[in-house]
């Protein structure tokens, strides 16, 4: 895997965010999602430089929805992970249980000192 | 479904302005939802708050580039209302920032010297303009000042307190030409149980009309609460800023009991927000009738108060209140003074008519010398501008060449010195405000605090604005215009390297060099004099030793002693203390040498003369005092005795007089006066002098012996007084140690300001300290500001004249020959700023002799000393880089072509 293809850690959860969000995905349910289940306040440039950065990368992409009455009129930007995006995720799954595997005991919190 | 909020406007035009038109449509509509979102959740308010700073934290140069790497894939929806030039005016203003800024970046030591020197300019300027506003400016609250007026006596100054008497004749003799009549007195009070005194006013008559202010819950006082003692319980209004201290603003409180000088008064009355009292920075907490002033109705201790009625001028009542001060002369011996009366309109006075004229003086020299000071820091940075434009005037000629237009560039370096501008501005409103904050806290030799609003005013956060602005357009602007004018050609040839080339640059940057060490010439004169002025204050004597003294003030008249308990408890309290350890005398005092504070109460005259008209009595500062007073102190007692024990009985007053007053009375100090008679003004008219005191200095170093009468506290019992205690140990420990001794002996008695005599006499140096501290300080820093300047000349002379060092050289010409070729040309310069400054010096000098105490605006000393020191500093400054000169390499030097 290339340096560059590397996925950090903020890709990552936005990532499964839109995963998650499946058609509802958008600049702020994403981030609603990220404050809700990772806990992390992500500014808004933040949020939409790292979708562009995904789009770019190839692991989503995304469509201009019809303006809605709700947000002032503006039309919302939907995304939707592609099939390079999925396989990305899972690889990292994979590279994060392959990390973990066998430190279940190692890390149980009581032990270290029982010892 | 009910209609959305609606974001705040404005922020969303800045939103769309910083945006790319890509990502209008997608972040505006998502920070639109989450507004609304916010709303319901917790109000409008909270809700536009953030999301303006949603609008401020927005980061249009990130977003950007990442869509530049998306090559176009993202198509804006829709049409956007704002402009596409317009969009693109916007984006060339961050890219031009942004580039000022990284440029800056690459010199950081340059940004933080330019930025530094802006940051002190601007500082010190707004710092003076704050506080100059804050009090000459500042809104004191009272309705149309031009209608009201304060009224004095005139006597040794034209403004004298005013008596009971002459408020009555004001109030009751016009009928028609006043509507409101007031009298006052600034008294402090302690509130609750607690050892806090707030600053009070006691009124009589209609004050909240004369000022126009009536309480804005509540009633104002009636008639008859300030002249009948026996009316009942006592009452109170609370300024505004007081109800919100003490009682966080409950309405409830007009009408419940609060405790002044532990006496229960009744809260009447809230007063609207903005009105502390007439004196700027005194800051009135609570307004009580002067039941008081009616029981010695002919003491001098108020200031009096009228609003005009309509129609009437400030002619007019002049006129009025002269023709009062003639009834009040009618009658009156023809030996006293007769009355007469200074009107000044309230929109005249800041503090008090007095101090604004002392003040203004010192406002006046704060500014000249702030402005000098930003004049330096801007000099300094127009010199590092055009160090830097002639550093890059080869990129620019290089960029010209290539295409560049000379607008892109000009605009470029004006940005640049904007940035630094605004980042100078920005450093200089936090140091005055820090500034501040810290002269404001510094010890005053004042019973109450100063109160003064040096809160960010729009005022002055526009004036550093300006300042900051025009000073960065203004550097900016000349080696920017200087740059942009370079010849593409002779530049690309490196006219650098030739023989003659870079004299005229050379001047101007000269030019520049010798303002500043003119400039620091005259700041530094400035704080030598201060300097010279306090040494010689502090080895003035003062005529009595602070050292080993500790003080602390008890005050039993603020806990309702009666005056038996309150003798009694100063015999225990002389006592209790003898017993601390350490301590070997002790007595009390109504007041030490250096104090401000005044008491002329008893007037002493000679029986055997002829009183002159007008003269009659010798008013003389008073001080109440017990036995070992002067042995406390170390006040010598030249002739006959200190007081005894005896002196606490009936008959004569004892009196001690102090070498001045003895002058004062017979013409000549040396007088053997002990055992004759004096009329006393008071208490029967029976004097008899016991002994001669050397004469202290009384209130300030500078001042001539003036006369002083000490009389037995014993005989005349006071309802505060200071308890003194000469030791051995730190006399600080032994204060504390009275405080707690005292409030052992009586918990509720109010004890405060435990201090050692050095620290009170010590106050009389502020004003020689402060001035001493500033200017010397701001002096320094030119001097270093002019040897950075200085050293930046020589070592671009040395650049420039590379080549030709190297033909001196290979021709013959010795590393000394060299080194002082270089400095010739800095030091020529220093010179001339040197001359400059020292006439200019020689004039500020004649204009700081009001402030200055046993040196002369000419001092020699300091004007030999300045120019010679700075001469050293220069010397060095210039002699670093010349050094670098005589290691030039003539074979590389001819080979740089």
């Known amino acids: ?115 | 479904m009910a209609a959305d909020p609606r974001p705040p406007r404005s922020a969303s035009a800045l939103i769309r302005l910083l945006l790319p038109l890509e990502l209008e449509q997608a972040i505006l509509g998502d920070l639109s939802e989450e507004y609304a979102e916010r709303v319901k959740e917790s109000g409008r308010r909270r809700a536009a708050a953030w999301f303006w700073l949603q609008a401020i934290t927005l980061r249009p140069l990130r977003l950007r580039r990442a869509l530049r790497a998306l090559n176009g894939a993202w198509h804006p929806g829709g049409r956007s209302p704002i402009h596409t030039s317009l969009r693109h005016l916007m984006e060339a203003l961050v890219q031009t920032m942004r580039h000022a800024t990284r440029r800056l970046l690459k010199t950081p030591g340059f940004t933080a010297i330019a930025v530094l020197s802006l940051g002190l300019g601007i500082g010190a300027n707004t710092a003076a303009f704050t506080l100059v506003s804050a009090i000459f400016l500042g809104d004191d609250g009272i309705a149309e000042p031009e209608r009201a007026a304060q009224v004095y006596r005139a006597f040794d100054s034209p403004y004298w307190s005013i008596s009971w008497n002459d408020y009555r004749a004001m109030r009751d003799d016009l009928g028609g030409v006043f509507t409101h009549t007031t009298a006052h007195r600034l008294r402090t009070m302690r509130v609750g149980d607690s050892d806090e005194v707030i600053p009070a006013l006691l009124v009589s008559g209609d004050y909240f009309g004369v000022m126009g202010v009536p309480p804005r819950v509540g009633r104002p006082f009636v008639p008859g609460e300030d002249t009948d003692v026996d009316a009942g319980p006592e009452v109170v209004i609370l300024s505004h800023g007081f109800w919100m201290r003490r009682f966080a603003g409950d309405p409830g409180v007009v009408g419940r009991e609060i405790r002044l000088n532990a006496r229960p008064v009744t809260v009447v009355g809230i007063l609207p927000p903005g009105f502390e009292g007439a004196a700027i920075g005194i800051g009135v907490d609570v307004f009580v009738p002067d039941a008081g002033a009616v029981a010695s109705p002919g003491s001098d201790n108020l200031i009096g108060g009228v609003r005009l009625a309509d129609g009437v001028s400030m002619e007019q009542a002049r006129a009025a209140l002269a023709a009062v001060a003639a009834s009040l002369n009618e009658g009156r011996p023809e030996s006293l003074r007769p009355i007469a009366f200074t009107v000044v309109p309230e929109s005249e006075v800041a503090v008090h008519p007095g101090i604004d004229e002392a003040v203004l003086p010192m406002a006046a020299l704060l500014f000249a010398v702030v402005v000098l000071v930003l004049l330096i820091a801007c000099t300094n940075l127009a010199s590092f501008l055009l160090t830097r434009a002639a550093d890059r005037k080869k990129e620019f000629a290089v960029r010209i060449a290539m295409g560049a237009g000379r607008g892109r560039i000009v605009s470029q370096l004006l940005t640049e010195s904007m940035v630094l501008g605004v980042l100078g501005g920005v450093l200089g409103v936090g140091l005055a405000y820090g500034g501040l904050t810290l002269l404001l806290s510094m010890p005053l030799p004042l019973p109450v605090g100063l109160r003064l609003d040096i809160a960010p005013d729009l005022r002055v956060l526009l004036f550093t604005l300006g300042v900051s602005l025009l000073a960065g357009v203004a550097f900016g602007s000349a080696p920017a215009l200087q740059a942009s004018r370079a010849e593409v050609a002779p530049t690309l040839r490196d006219e650098a390297g030739s023989v003659t080339g870079g004299r005229r640059k050379l001047s101007l940057r000269g030019t520049l060099v010798m303002a500043q060490v003119a400039m620091s010439v005259v700041l530094l004169v400035g704080g030598g004099l201060f300097l010279r002025s306090l040494g010689r204050a502090a080895n003035v004597d003062a005529g009595f030793n602070p050292d080993d003294v500790a003080v602390v003030t008890v005050d039993p008249g603020t806990t309702a002693y009666e005056e038996e308990e309150g003798r009694r408890l100063y015999r225990d309290l002389l006592e209790r203390t003898r017993q601390i350890p350490g301590v070997t005398t002790v007595a009390l005092g109504t007041r030490i040498p250096l104090q401000v504070g005044i008491g002329r109460g008893f007037g002493l005259r000679r029986p055997d003369v002829e009183p002159v008209p007008g003269r009659e009595f010798l008013f003389p500062q008073v001080a109440f005092v017990s036995p070992d007073y002067f042995e406390a102190l170390d006040i010598e007692v030249l002739r006959g005795r200190a007081f005894t024990d005896a002196d606490d009985g009936a008959g004569s007053v004892p009196l001690i007089l102090t070498e001045a007053a003895v002058a004062a009375l017979w013409g000549d100090p040396r007088e053997d006066v002990v055992g004759r008679s004096l009329v006393v003004s008071r208490a029967d008219g029976a004097g008899r002098v016991v002994g001669v005191a050397r004469s202290t200095k009384i209130v300030s170093l500078g001042e001539d012996p003036e006369p002083m009468l000490y009389l037995p506290i014993g005989r005349f019992h006071q309802g505060a007084a200071l308890l003194i205690a000469e030791g051995s140990g730190p006399p600080s420990a032994r204060a504390a140690a009275m405080r707690a001794a005292a409030k052992e002996l009586a918990p509720d008695l109010y004890v405060h300001s435990a201090m050692t005599a050095e620290a009170s006499a010590g106050a009389a140096l502020l004003l020689p300290r402060l001035g001493a501290g500033v200017l010397a300080g701001f002096g320094a820093l030119a001097m270093l500001m002019a040897a950075i300047g200085l050293y930046g000349v020589v070592s671009y002379t040395v650049a420039q004249r590379r080549r030709e060092v190297g033909i001196r050289l290979s021709l013959g010409a010795t590393a000394e020959e060299v080194v002082r070729m270089m400095m010739a040309s800095g030091m020529g310069v220093v010179g001339l700023g040197l001359l400059v400054g020292l006439v200019a010096a020689a004039a500020a000098g004649r204009l700081l002799e009001r402030f200055l105490f046993g040196v002369s605006g000419m001092d020699p000393v300091t004007f030999l000393l300045v120019p010679v020191f700075l001469l050293a500093v220069a010397f060095v400054a210039a002699w670093i880089p010349a050094r670098r000169a005589s290691r030039v390499q003539p074979s590389e030097a001819l080979r740089a072509e």
């Open chain 1, 1 to 115: 895997m290339g340096r560059e293809q590397h996925l950090g850690d903020l890709e990552q959860l936005v990532l499964l965010a839109v995963v998650r969000l499946g058609k509802d995905a958008y600049g702020a349910s994403v981030r609603r999602e990220l404050r809700s289940r990772a806990g992390r306040s992500v500014a808004v440039s933040t949020v939409y430089v790292t979708l562009m950065r995904l789009e770019e990368k190839g692991l989503v992409r995304s469509g201009l929805g019809a303006p809605t009455a709700v947000r002032g009129g503006k039309a919302k930007r939907h995304f939707r992970v592609t099939e390079a995006g999925v396989e990305r995720l899972q690889e990292e799954r994979a590279v994060l249980r392959r990390m973990w595997d066998g430190l279940d005991d190692a890390l149980r919190p009581a032990d270290a000192h029982g010892r």
